[in-house]
C-alpha cells in the first residue's frame, strides 16, 4: 500500500494557517477539528513550517499563558519533512520514526497534496495485514 492509497480514501484537505496565526488560535483550530497539527504557509503556496499540538505544549511550558499571544512563525518547525505519494506505507512509518514526529505533508514536484497523520499509517498498515491473513486463510482453506 503507498501513500496515494491513504489519499485517495482520506481526500487532500489539508489545514493551514498563516506565520502572523496566534497560539491561540491554532489551538482553537486544533481543537475544533480534532487534528494534531496545522502546516504554515507562505504567500498561499510555500510551505513555511508546521506547528503540531506538540509545538503548543513546548512554548506553553516555556512562556505559560503568554505562549498563547505568539505567533505560528516564532513556534513551528521550519524544516518540514515531506514525502512523495508513490512512497510505501513502510516507508513513511520509517520516517516518522526516525523523525520522532507524526505528520507528513505529501509533496509531489512541489504541489502540496495532502497530509498524513501517524494515525492514517496505522490504519492502512492494519487493513494490509488483515488482507494479507485472509488471502493466506483462503489458500489455505482452498488447498
Ligand atoms: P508531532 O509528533 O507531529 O506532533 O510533532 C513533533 C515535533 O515534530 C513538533 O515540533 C513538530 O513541529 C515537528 N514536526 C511534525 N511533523 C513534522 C514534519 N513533517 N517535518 C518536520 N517536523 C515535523
Keep these: 500500500m503507498f501513500v496515494s ?3 485517495s480514501r482520506k481526500g487532500g484537505l489539508v489545514y ?3 506565520p502572523g496565526t496566534t497560539v ?7 481543537g475544533a477539528r480534532r487534528i494534531g ?3 504554515v504557509m507562505e504567500d498561499t503556496d510555500k510551505v513555511a513550517g508546521i506547528v503540531s499540538e506538540r509545538d503548543l505544549v513546548c512554548a506553553v511550558s516555556r ?3 503568554a505562549a498563547l499571544d505568539l505567533e505560528a512563525r ?3 518547525t521550519r524544516d518540514v519533512v515531506t514525502c512523495h505519494p508513490d512512497d510505501s506505507i513502510d516507508q513513511v512509518m520509517q520516517t516518522m520514526t526516525t523523525g520522532r514526529f507524526r505528520h507528513l505533508p505529501v509533496v509531489d514536484r512541489g504541489e502540496l497534496l495532502g497530509l498524513v497523520s ?3 499509517v496505522v490504519k492502512a498498515r492494519l487493513e494490509e495485514a488483515r488482507h494479507e491473513s485472509d488471502a493466506l486463510r483462503a489458500y489455505i482453506v482452498a488447498g
Excluded at 491561540?24 to 486544533?30: K, M
Design 24 to 30: 491561540a488560535q491554532i489551538a482553537q483550530q486544533l
Design 74 to 76: 516564532q513556534v513551528m
Design 118 to 120: 501517524i494515525g492514517d
Design 37 to 39: 497539527s496545522v502546516l
Design 5 to 7: 492509497d491513504i489519499l
Design 16 to 18: 493551514t494557517v498563516t
Design 63 to 65: 512562556h505559560g499563558t
